[in-house]
């Protein structure tokens, strides 16, 4: 049995969660709403303020399972209470970001900017030209749309040069070397 599952998700005032009879589970709360598809083979039981989540039977997927949908709920409950956020840094001479209404317009070094609309339910913010902010209530969402951001200009090796997340370790080269 999974340890991680084995846990209770609390969930605090003003959040409310339904669980449907085909193990959909609804969570509201002040930032949005979210749901997730949980399998078949896992009981979900709502006590309170607590949500228990147990293997139906002693299958070996519903043991893979277990955590899995242990830690979605958890993450669904966090997301609409608190928030999830991810911080993006740009490294390079030149490279800028700005933001207008609901679109992100970078500067990349590219002939043209690169202009990305925000998708629903995720803000992205720009504190100041070089670090942008990512935020949403779904985890999933927050970190895909900061992975496409990070796409157009991935961090190079030899100068540290594009846009990497804050507190990302970038393996540095060793450029060539001449005789």
Excluded: F
């Amino acid at each position: 049995m999974s340890r991680i599952g084995k846990l209770p998700v609390t969930v605090p005032a003003g959040v409310e969660v339904t669980i449907s009879d085909k193990n959909l589970v609804t969570v509201k709360g002040p930032k949005g709403t979210l749901s997730a598809q949980i399998s078949p083979v896992i009981k979900i039981e709502q006590n309170g303020g607590e949500i228990k989540l147990t293997p139906a039977n002693d299958s070996r997927e519903a043991n893979m399972q277990h955590g899995l949908a242990r830690s979605l709920v958890n993450n669904m409950v966090h997301g609409v209470t608190e928030g999830y956020e991810k911080k993006l840094e740009m490294t390079g001479v030149g490279y800028r970001a700005e933001k207008k209404g609901n679109t992100l317009i970078m500067q990349l070094g590219y002939s043209h900017p690169v202009e990305m609309v925000d998708p629903e339910g995720i803000t992205t913010e720009v504190p100041n030209q070089t670090n942008i902010v990512v935020k949403g209530a779904s985890k999933e969402q927050v970190g895909n749309y900061a992975a496409i951001i990070r796409a157009w200009r991935a961090p190079e090796p030899y100068k540290g040069k594009g846009i990497h997340y804050v507190g990302e370790h970038i393996r540095r080269k060793e450029g060539k070397t001449g005789k």
